[in-house]
Nanobody, 116 residues
Framework: QVQLVESGGGLAQTGGSLRVSCAAS????????VGWYRQAPGKQREFVAQ???????NYADSVKGRFTISRDNAKNTVSLEMNSLKPEDTAVYYC??????????WGQGTQVTVSS
């Protein structure tokens, strides 16, 4: 069973920065695609960012230029650096790992709150 443990997040002011990280219990190696999604109250979960095993990144338009996703294959971690935060970034952030052989897994979520 794959476990994803998220950390970081918390409270920031508008324009501030936060970092969320996710540690996987099973190696992400150089093939798993890892990413972050978020869900605000009353809204559907939405894509934020992802990074492939080859290091290719993709971002939602709403966070492009402000958020940076990274991975450490040796430590089986993925992080999301969030800068220039806006109140609309407030949400529960979920880590996602998509393994080529054993499927798709989600973390439990970590709260990010941006005050205006």
């Amino acid at each position: 069973q794959v476990q994803l443990v998220e950390s970081g997040g918390g409270l920031a002011q508008t324009g501030g920065s936060l970092r969320v990280s996710c540690a996987a219990s099973v190696s992400i190696g150089s093939t798993a695609t890892v990413g972050w999604y978020r869900q605000a109250p009353g809204k559907q979960r939405e894509f934020v960012a992802q990074i492939t095993g080859a290091g290719s990144t993709n971002y939602a338009d709403s966070v492009k230029g402000r958020f940076t996703i990274s991975r450490d294959n040796a430590k089986n971690t993925v992080s999301l650096e969030m800068n220039s935060l806006k109140p609309e970034d407030t949400a529960v952030y979920y880590c996602n790992v998509r393994y080529s052989l054993i499927g798709n897994y989600w973390g439990q979520g970590t709260q990010v709150t941006v005050s205006s």
